[in-house]
């Protein structure tokens, strides 16, 4: 008994059955969507849902920032909820559905805002560097706290006074800070002086929000 023939063509010498990939992206070249194959969408659903499940490690306030479908903030909500294996997985893939209907744009906010909870934005980390230059002034100058207080206010003048007295006495001495770098150790800190940064930050975080406030009440 003959095999009844495949449905097909040919192409530069080649047989291209029907309904084949080659078949497939060969049509997609004539429609002008090159590279719309089912591999590659397969691998770009894929990597949608595994997007999906890097957003439920998304801080709170970056994920607010994100202001995302109601549906898609609702499933993800769900699958953090789900401890079920086979559950959680199928509900990520109702997750990984969602995530396709996002624009360009939407999905490009996603990826940044996780980059940014992974590197820290740069105003973080300025933020950091110019605590610690606040720190080591204040312990080192006295002349320094009437000028933290004239920027910052709402210190209580009791506690950093109290912090920069009790960092400046237990401040290693110099010959236990080579001793400890010469073994390649970073010198032992105080724990004044790890609240004394604590404070020192808390302050200006605080100072940095209601600025950004006064920007946004001016602006609307």
Known sequence: MSRKPKKGYFVRGQFVAEG???????????KGTT???KTEMKRESDALQDLGAEL?????????????PGVLQDALAEAARISNFE?????????????RQLDDEQ?????????????GSAAEKLLLHQAEHWRDTLIADDEALARWLT???????????ALIRQARKDAPAQDSIAAAEA??????????????????????????????????????
């Not at 999905?107 to 590197?119: C, D, H, K």
């Not at 920027?151 to 006074?161: A, M």
């Not at 073994?183 to 302050?203: F, V």
């Open 183 to 220: 073994q390649g150790l970073a010198p032992r800190k105080s724990r004044a002086y790890r609240d004394l940064y604590q404070l020192i930050r808390q302050h200006m975080s605080e100072a940095a929000e209601y600025a950004v406030e006064e920007q946004r009440s001016r602006d609307a």
């Open 56 to 68: 439920m490690t998304l801080r709170a306030d970056l994920f607010a920032r994100l202001e995302l």
């Open 107 to 119: 999905v490009a906010a996603i990826r940044a805002a996780l980059e940014e909870q992974r590197t």
């Open 87 to 99: 559950g959680r997985r199928r509900q990520m893939q109702y997750v990984g559905k969602l995530m």
């Open 35 to 37: 590279g719309a194959t």
């Open 20 to 30: 084949s990939e080659l078949d497939l992206q060969l049509k997609a070249e004539l």
């Open 151 to 161: 920027q910052f206010p709402r210190t209580d003048t009791q506690q950093i006074r």
